[in-house]
């Protein structure tokens, strides 16, 4: 693995986001949500498509907190376009377990 030095982990932007809206993306290659997370005043609401299926709905993601990296180019899954990357984990079956922090943060705080 690779080292990097702390000024290369501050480029990436890794914020915690409120899910306002989730949505089954049905057209994607391999399943998907469609999110709508609001990031606060400084980012705003951004978009993100995610392969998490296996164990979430979209019911179970509003309102939920994440953690995401805003400060990567918007990219184009089919028809939608992605604006963040919702981090997570893959569990033991293959599956992403979303990663969020475990108690109230305030909404766009930046990890540090």
């Known amino acids: 693995m690779a080292e990097i030095g702390f000024e290369d982990f501050m480029k990436v932007d890794i914020r915690a986001g409120r899910v306002l809206r989730a949505e089954p993306y049905p057209e994607a290659r391999r399943p998907a949500i469609k999110l709508w997370v609001d990031f606060g005043p400084e980012i705003g609401e951004r978009r993100s498509s995610a392969q998490i299926t296996a164990q979430y709905t979209p019911e179970d993601l509003v309102g939920r907190m994440v953690m995401g990296v805003v400060n990567f180019p918007p990219r184009q899954i089919g028809k939608f376009m992605s604006e963040v990357l919702v981090l997570g984990v893959h569990d ?12 109230d943060v ?6 540090l």
């Open 92 to 103: 033991d079956d293959g599956g992403v377990v979303l990663i969020a922090p475990d108690k």
């Open 106 to 111: 305030p909404i766009g705080g930046r990890m």
